[in-house]
């Protein structure tokens, strides 16, 4: 994994490498920092592929499983839908409600809301032409920006139920425990009771929307004052400034 980081980007580029290289070098920032300051903390979270992360950094899930494991979820959901035919966009500037109801309104394919970033930010996913079409009724709405991004997976949205029914036979597989810090999981902003929740969770996460904005706001109420983001760039940060300064 080190050597296609540092010689391949093609092949780092796709998926099934870009994954596992995401959530080694989550982990990786997070080992550092916890070996120069005290990380205990209220509770942990992660972004879609991050939610793997905050389970191996909490203690629920092995390191060297969970790289396996979301090899394997990005295999799935490569397969899920032909390449060029699935798309994802960021729609800036509409309330979610509004964004929600052009995806339901929507002609000519899947459409849907699946990653509510922060007030002002939903990202939609589906069927390109579907995705495309819902761009311009976005912009007619008010939208500020509806920019189509750079990916080739539909992630979060119902184009994915056949990879989360196929997944769930890998996730069967692996060993969870309750972890030493409790994990907010995207699908429902909570945590999970039992490691047999967790899994099923990180299922429907695959074809269910990311709830970030929720899960800042569930932090707020746990307590959190501050939140440190472990990991390439400060995407995060940036989102739950706009949640809550």
């Not at 390109?128 to 990916?151: H, T």
């Not at 036979?169 to 929740?197: C, H, P, R, W």
């Not at 109420?221 to 400060?234: A, D, S, Y």
Request: aromatic share 4%; proline share 3%.
């Amino acid at each position: 994994l080190w050597k296609l980081t540092q010689e391949d980007q093609d092949a780092l580029n796709q998926t099934q490498n870009t994954q596992p290289a995401m959530l080694a070098a989550g982990f990786a920032t997070y080992r550092v920092l916890a070996s120069e300051v005290d990380l205990s903390s209220i509770c942990m979270a992660g972004h879609s592929l991050g939610e793997y992360t905050a389970l191996v950094a909490a203690g629920s899930l092995d390191f060297a499983e969970g790289i396996t494991l979301v090899r394997k979820r990005a295999e799935l959901m490569q397969s899920a839908v032909p390449v060029g035919t699935g798309a994802m966009a960021a729609i800036l500037g509409l309330d979610d409600d509004k964004v929600v109801q052009i995806c339901a309104d929507a002609t000519g394919g899947v459409v849907e809301a699946v990653n509510f970033n922060s007030p002002g930010q939903v990202v939609i996913a589906g069927e390109k032409k579907a995705v495309n079409k819902a761009c311009e009724s976005m912009k007619e709405a008010g939208a500020r920006r509806a920019l189509v991004l750079p990916v080739s997976v539909p992630s979060h949205c119902s184009l994915m139920n056949e990879a989360a029914k196929d997944f769930s036979y890998s996730i069967d597989a692996v060993n969870f425990k309750m972890g030493e810090t409790s994990v907010l999981q995207n699908v429902d902003a909570s945590y999970a009771d039992d490691a047999n929740e967790i899994k099923l969770k990180l299922v429907e996460q695959l074809c269910k929307p990311v709830l970030w904005t929720s899960s800042v706001q569930k932090m707020q109420q746990f307590g959190v004052k501050k939140l440190i983001e472990l990991g390439p760039g400060k995407v995060l940060a940036g989102l739950t400034r706009r949640i809550d300064k």
